[in-house]
């Protein structure tokens, strides 16, 4: 009987690909810590993101290739992750210890479309994958995350006289809504809101993060700007609706990410067709697949599609989102798999050269 070595092992998994990546996983170094006694072969994949989409699949393929090979007769992968960071793109110099490896502002060019409701349920999704996870509520003017994560204390400040972000369902969490009384108004020119946003970057304690989403506020003004000046940001992520009227919009948040020289990782669309709980008959209330014809025109990845659902309104509305609160719900399988795109979409510009490892964005 032939005797395995690493070699053979090695070999057996160059037939398993990255289906996005299109390279197999030894080249793509993602193969780690082989062992072998007898006929018994362990090893760990890699993975850039906890999220990956395709995690069960390449782990099915590997333990397949590896079976396969004569004289082995237990198979053993163990599936690991380390998040790539983002280099810096049209930031200026941001002094600081790096702790965050990659900043998505999820933006909208119109209010209504449930920017913050995916902005939340999202980054539960990437939090409960595994990943070290960070909120930033960055609409000044109606802040809501507070709300839908039902966080009611305050965060503190630290020895360095720095914000420490209030931590909910495993996110680390910072808000304008922290600060107002719920009837109060910000009435804010530039230079204030810049401020704020510096505030809420450099001033904060963010410890070691994988993924920083940023709930920006509709539009494309001031706040849109300072973030883009001030950080260096992974890509934008553009949520809009299926109907003509709102994507025609959302268009304009495109066309600002590429005049800040800031690459777009997707769209999503978000209230994307109705399902009845009673009947299962679909009704799609603003129209279907827009968003999807206008990423294929525009070159832009799509991210996926959100139904319309009264749960996933209730469930923000009583501070548990639904991809905590039901996670085997549609809704919930809906924004986990559009988190999973998301996080593939990172992964993709970093391994691509586009993103450098171990790069890390410093406040």
Not at 6 to 21: E, F, G, I, K, Y
Not at 65 to 81: E, N
Not at 139 to 144: A, S
Request: proline share 7%; aromatic share 4%.
């Amino acid at each position: 009987m032939m005797t395995v070595t690493t070699t053979h092992v090695l070999n057996a998994l160059r037939s398993v690909q990255d289906p996005d990546l299109k390279r197999d996983l030894v080249s793509l170094g993602f193969i780690k810590d082989v062992a072998i006694e007898g006929g018994r072969v362990s090893f760990a994949i890699e993975l850039t993101t906890p999220a990956c989409p395709v995690r069960d699949q390449m782990k099915e393929q590997a333990r397949s290739a590896v079976q396969a090979l004569p004289g082995v007769s237990d198979v053993d992968v163990r599936m690991t992750s380390h998040v790539r960071a983002a280099v810096a793109s049209t930031a200026q110099g941001v002094p600081g210890a790096p702790t965050v490896k990659n900043i998505i502002p999820i933006a909208s060019g119109k209010g209504g479309v449930g920017k913050s409701t995916v902005s939340a349920n999202l980054a539960l999704a990437l939090a409960r994958s595994g990943a070290r996870v960070g909120l930033m509520d960055a609409d000044v003017y109606g802040p809501t995350i507070p709300t839908m994560l039902g966080i009611t204390s305050q965060p503190d400040v630290d020895a360095q006289r720095r914000i420490i972000p209030v931590e909910q369902h495993g996110l680390k969490v910072m808000s304008m809504g922290f600060f107002m009384k719920p009837e109060e108004a910000v009435i804010w020119r530039g230079p204030m809101l810049h401020k704020t946003m510096e505030q809420f970057l450099r001033g904060v304690a963010w410890g070691d993060l994988d993924y920083l989403l940023i709930d920006l506020p509709p539009g494309t003004g001031d706040v849109q700007l300072s973030l883009c000046q001030l950080i260096a940001i992974t890509g934008g992520v553009i949520i809009s609706t299926p109907q003509d009227i709102a994507l025609n919009v959302a268009q304009k948040a495109i066309a600002m990410f590429a005049k800040l020289n800031a690459p777009v990782l997707g769209i999503i669309e978000n209230m994307s067709h109705y399902v009845c709980p009673h009947c299962g008959g679909r009704d799609d209330i603003f129209g279907s697949g827009g968003a999807r014809r206008t990423a294929e025109r525009r070159g832009i990845p799509f991210l996926g599609e959100v139904p319309l659902a009264t749960s996933i309104r209730d469930t923000s509305d009583r501070g548990r989102p639904i991809v905590l609160s039901d996670p085997a719900s549609p809704g919930a399988k809906a924004f986990t798999a559009v988190a999973e795109q998301l996080a593939a979409q990172i992964s993709i510009r970093a391994m691509r050269g586009e993103m450098t490892p171990d790069v890390t964005v410093t406040f």
